[in-house]
């Protein structure tokens, strides 16, 4: 499992809280990923990190934000929560470039 | 950007039944093509990848073909088994030298016994 942790793996929350979500990999990779899945559209990038303090969005960035202060934690960060965002998001660590991605085992976030 | 097209959405097969789902991608500079598979429940687990420099890649009873020409990768699984059941998803990387992925919207694959 490519020593990937995410935390909490099961969250309940209220529109408007602050949520943060954390990844925590043991194997120094340097590329870290972000996705969320929903029904119907598969995974897609919210942020991605190719190094510490190096951070980019990707194609559903909007209403999050990300931290990578250490190379083995990738910060995820939900400032306002809407209820749009209740999904599973999904941690992933890149290899061999970064094209080869390896997943954590995911958060269940619910935005009531 | 990239965009991955994936198809049949759902297929059921019967146990033994050969499986093939295709994807298309758009962006021709795109030079890596893996596939996962992912279980009720489970994360995504990376099953088999092809690179563009070659058209063929087997694992046992999976496969990868690759058309750079069609702009077009398709998995195969032979002798389907119960265990083959799940949500299997393609992806390309946007561009040679990307490291991101972009992910088709996965094909639910039921194998009957």
């Known amino acids: 499992d490519a020593g990937i942790t995410q935390s909490p793996r099961h969250k309940v929350t209220e529109t408007g809280t602050p949520v943060t979500l954390r990844c925590h990999q043991t194997e120094n990779h340097r590329y870290m990923y972000w996705y969320r899945q929903d029904p119907g559209h598969g995974l897609r990038l919210i942020h991605y990190?190719?190094?510490?303090?190096?951070?980019d969005k990707g194609e559903v960035s909007d209403g999050y934000s990300v931290s990578r202060s250490k190379t083995e934690d990738f910060l995820l960060t939900l400032e306002s929560a809407t209820s749009s965002q209740t999904s599973v998001y999904f941690c992933?660590?890149?290899?061999?470039?970064?094209?080869?991605?390896?997943f954590g085992p995911g958060t269940r976030l619910t935005v009531l | 950007g990239e965009n991955v097209e994936q198809h049949p959405s759902t297929l059921s097969v019967q146990e033994g039944d050969s499986a093939v789902i295709k994807c298309t991608y758009s962006?021709?500079?795109?030079?890596?093509f893996p596939w996962y598979k992912q279980e009720l429940g489970k994360r995504p687990q990376l099953i088999i990848d092809i690179r563009s420099n070659v058209g063929e890649k087997k694992d046992q009873r999976i496969a990868v073909t690759l058309n750079k020409t069609a702009k077009h990768f398709s998995l195969h699984i032979t002798e389907t088994q119960p265990e083959d059941s799940a949500v299997y998803f393609c992806a390309a990387n946007p561009g040679a030298g990307s490291y991101q992925l972009t992910f088709g919207k996965g094909t639910k694959l039921s194998v009957i016994p």
């Open positions: 990190s190719y190094g510490v303090k190096d951070t």
């Open positions: 992933a660590i890149g290899v061999a470039g970064g094209n080869e991605q390896f």
């Open positions: 962006d021709s500079a795109s030079n890596y």
